[in-house]
C-alpha cells in the first residue's frame, strides 16, 4: 500500500537529503539520509507522518517510514562509506551546488583590485567544473550618493567582473547581469553611511 511522507525544513539554509525508497515485495519503505554539505554544515530536517515525527540534525543521519499507521523509525546514525556504497549512483546523480562569490569595490570604483582578479580565478575554476551555462553577476553599492548614480555604479561594477569573464573564455550568453544600487545590502545601513561589505559584486554559479 502506498503511503506519502511529508517533509519539511526547518533552516532557510537547505539541508542536503538523500530520499530513496526502498521495495520488496509489495511493500515499500522510504528511508531519508540527512547529508552534510560540502563545506560540512548541516541543516535540521523534520520527517512526518500523520503518527508522528522524526528530526534529523547530524551529518548521515537517517529514518525510515514503511507504513502510515506507525511513526518514523527513531534516528540513527550510519557510516559515511556505507552510504555512499549502498547509494552510489544516487549520490552521483545529485547535481554540484551552486558557487557564490563576492568581489569587494573601493568607493565610487568599479575597477578590481588584483586580489579580486585572482578571485575570479576561482569563479572561472567553478564553471568549468560545473560546466555551467547558468551565472548570474549582481552588482551593489552602498547608501552613500545619490540613488540614480548608484545604480549606474552598481551596473559598472558587475558589466567589469562579467568582461573579465568573457575574456577568459566564458560564453557571454551564459553570464545574467542583474545590477541594484544601494538595494539588497549586505549590512542594512542609514542613507549616506559608507559600508565597504555593500561596495560588492555577487557572482553565482549554478
Known sequence: MKHKLHLRIQKIIL???LLVLLMSGCASTTQV????????KVGILEVSNV?????????????????MDRT???PKILEEKKVRQAFREALEAEPIPPASFIIYFRTDRSALSTDSRTLLTKVIDAIQARKSTDIIISGHTDAVGPID???RLSLRRAKAVADILV??????????VTYHGKGNP??????GVPEPR???VEVTVR
Open 198 to 200: 555593500n561596495r560588492r
Open 51 to 67: 503518527k508522528g515525527t522524526q528530526t534529523l540534525n547530524q551529518a548521515w543521519q537517517t529514518t525510515e517510514s514503511a507504513s
Open 33 to 40: 539520509v540527512l547529508l552534510p554539505d560540502p563545506d560540512g
Open 186 to 191: 549586505l549590512v542594512p545601513t542609514p542613507d
Open 167 to 176: 575574456a577568459r573564455g566564458i560564453d557571454r550568453q551564459n553570464i545574467q
Open 72 to 74: 518514523p523509525s527513531e
Open 149 to 151: 548614480y548608484n545604480r
Open 15 to 17: 539541508p542536503l537529503v
